[in-house]
């Protein structure tokens, strides 16, 4: 992990984002179970090299920044209690998110 | 380590008896001598590619070996070392969590490693959980290989939807005021869990501490041993 | 349809299995492979998840774990021409004559 405070960063530790709903054909690590879903974002985690072109032909550069998001349980599972405060982290490149603009309601 | 339930699970591999073959190079299952032992064809694929890398000079005849080798100090009893330290320590766990890289590396006893650690805090009031959905993403240097479990398509499946159940099964029947935080280790990044500091320890060693310290309590599923588990 | 190694979250109904295998020799070998191809600059980390990415269902469910790794290696090294098909099939074949195995 390099170059972090190089870099400019789109999103800050507390914004709400939504994970971009896509499948693409190239290596992801961005799990189906958290796309189009909604979370906050816990902290920048730092700039790492670009596994989904590393995976293929290429150097994995320029690096990516990336961000750990937090989701809500009760918002990726029906069986998991509306109180319950149980969380998912996980790891996200800034490419995988978007500002999720709509206020309040669920992470659906 | 021993082999207690949660305890490492020590394949036996030595140096001394590593790719264990008889006089036609004929391979073995299992160190020491097997009879009629089927080969499947995936596995003689492994080893055909094996020879054909070394007959070509791609790799060196002793390259596998040397990377084995180079594994053999990889053990739980690494993590083990930093969580008693850390719970012991109080200096010593802030830098822990703040920076962890630079930390274990100036520690001293655990090997050198390249990957990059991420170490997260059990408390009364969080537990976490470390699964990889995508594959069987570990921290090997501290933890040793990975237990079938957690390469398990079941584990994988099941962690980030029902990790209190999972936790049950392995013992752990955390109360409803603590809030778990299930970690997907999907990026390059690496988690090791510091599992809550057993009652009773207080006035105990290092060296003691670290005895209560299991492989999957540094995972999250479950918790540390307790002093009544442990033999004086 | 989700890729088959996305699995966080597919329906599963059984207890986690606690058993653990002894590792045979050709495992160990097969992890270290891909440690000494990595240092080698062979084949990268996502390089290798990539190729077991690559297989279908049914051939990821049923290969054992290993034998999946052991599949990216053959698909790397196919891909990039250090070695053929063809010359893999012949030389497992020949090492599953020199040690008798007809199954």
Known sequence: MSGASQLARAFSAGDSVRVRDETPSHHHRTPHYIKARRGRVVDFIG????????????????????????????????????????????????????????????GR | MSNREGEFFDTGWRPENDVHRDEDGR????????????????????????????????IGSKDVDEDIAGRSNRSPANGAALVAKAWIDPQFRETLLANPNKTIAEAGFVPEHGADIVVLENTTDVQYMVVCTLCSCYPGQLLGPPPDWYKSLAYRSRAVREPRKIMSEFGLDLEDDVEVRVVDSNSELRFLVIPRRPPGTERWSEDELAELVTRDSMIGVSAALTPDTVNA | MTAPHDRGGWPVDEPIDRDEHEW????RMTQSLVGVLGAKGIMNVDQMRRG??????????????????????????????????????KRTQELRDRWGYTE
Do not use: C
């Open chain 1, 47 to 106: 700039a790492y090299l670009n596994s989904e072109t590393r995976a293929h032909s290429g150097d994995g550069l320029p690096m990516v920044p990336m961000y750990r998001v937090e989701f809500d349980m009760a918002d990726l599972w029906d069986e998991y209690a509306t109180s319950s405060a149980d969380k998912l982290w996980i790891d996200l490149y800034e490419h995988w998110i978007e500002h999720d603009t709509r206020s309040g309601g669920t």
């Open chain 2, 27 to 58: 391979p073995h299952d299992h160190p020491g001598v097997q009879e009629d032992v089927s080969l499947g064809v995936r596995a003689a694929r492994a080893l055909a590619i094996h020879e054909l890398l070394v007959e070509k000079g791609v």
């Open chain 3, 24 to 27: 045979a020799d050709w495992e």
């Open chain 3, 52 to 89: 077991i990415e690559s297989m279908g269902q049914a051939e990821y469910e049923s290969a054992t774990y290993f034998e999946r790794w052991s599949a990216t290696i053959e698909t790397r090294l196919v891909e990039d021409s250090v070695l053929t098909t063809e010359e893999i099939d």
